[in-house]
Each structure stands twice: as structure tokens, then as C-alpha cells.
């Protein structure tokens, strides 16, 4: 709650010239933190700071979470969970920088590694998810990733088959 004060309270120069100072330990506690409630606090400082930061702020911010996603292990599972709350806050800044083309092949791939935490797979069903919302005809358009994503109907994690069924159920409402 003091971060979120902080975040909102800073003057727009200010906030722009530390956010990266205020990201990464932000990113860092949505990752390791065991509490949900904990999470969601931290996931609405990430947001409002994205939110209010410039585009070029964004690009940068953005090249963190790219740079993440290409390293195995907590980084990508870090990267996924950021770029969800980068669909929440910004999607007119992923959409308007044809940023979901490139993410939609990463995802893709990412689903189609066998061995991948069950994290990864839940995580990249979130992004596409969110995009879905976002941008639903581009996503719609993907037959690799609805493969991808059908095939995971059958995963042996819970989640993984509840996220998936989301996806494949609002394709179908649609």
C-alpha cells in the first residue's frame, strides 16, 4: 500500500526518471512472495506504475520482460506474469507497437516445449487469455496456437485445463 502511494503520489518527472528503480523489486516480489493477497497489491503498483509512465518508459520496461522471457527457470515465469500485467494496463501500447504478433510465437513455442513448468504453461495460457480479451480476431486467426492450446485440454495440472478450457470456451462464445 505504500508503494501504490508512492507510485501515484510522485510527480509524473520524478516517477519517469526512478521507475525502473521502483520495477524490478516489484517484479522481484510478485515472483517470490507466497502470499495471493501480497501479489495482488504488488501486481496494482505494477500497473499503476505502468500506467503512469511514458512510452518510452514502456519500451524499456518492455525490453526487461522480453530479455526475461528468453531465460529458462523464474525469469521467464517472471516475464510471463509481468507481460499479463502489461495486456491489463497497457494494451493499447502492445497492440498500437505490434508487440502481439512477436509474443503470440513466443507463447507458441513456449506451450509446444514438453519440458516446461507447469508455471510456464499455466502463465502463457494467461497471456493468451488476456489477449484474447485484447485483441481477440488476431489470436483468433493463430491456428498454431490453438493447437497448442487444445492439446493442453488434456494436461495433467488442473489449472493448466481450466485455463485452457476458458480460452477454448470464449472462442466458442464468440
Known amino acids: 500500500n505504500l508503494m501504490a502511494s508512492v507510485i501515484e503520489k510522485l510527480p ?12 524490478l523489486p516489484l517484479v522481484l516480489q510478485i515472483v517470490n512472495d507466497d502470499s495471493n493477497e501480497c501479489r495482488e497489491a504488488v501486481s496494482r503498483c505494477i500497473i499503476l506504475l505502468l500506467t503512469r509512465s511514458s512510452v518510452e518508459v514502456l519500451q524499456s520496461l518492455h525490453d526487461y520482460t522480453v530479455r526475461w522471457s528468453k531465460n529458462p527457470g523464474p525469469l521467464r515465469t517472471a516475464s510471463l506474469q509481468v507481460f499479463g500485467i502489461f495486456l491489463e494496463s497497457c494494451p493499447d501500447y502492445i497492440i498500437g507497437n505490434g508487440l ?17 513448468d507447469w508455471e510456464v504453461s499455466y502463465f502463457s495460457l494467461k497471456c493468451i487469455e488476456k489477449m484474447a480479451k ?11 496456437l490453438w493447437a497448442c492450446i487444445v492439446d493442453r485440454l488434456v494436461d ?15 472462442l466458442f462464445v464468440s
Open 100 to 116: 502481439v504478433t512477436p509474443w503470440i510465437g513466443s507463447l507458441q513455442r513456449l506451450l509446444q516445449e514438453t519440458d516446461t
Open 134 to 144: 485484447c485483441s481477440g480476431l488476431e489470436i483468433s486467426k493463430e491456428a498454431g
Open 156 to 170: 495433467a495440472h488442473p489449472w493448466i485445463k481450466l485455463a485452457s478450457s476458458r480460452i477454448v470456451q470464449k
Open 12 to 23: 509524473a518527472e520524478l516517477l519517469e526518471k526512478h521507475a525502473q528503480l521502483l520495477f
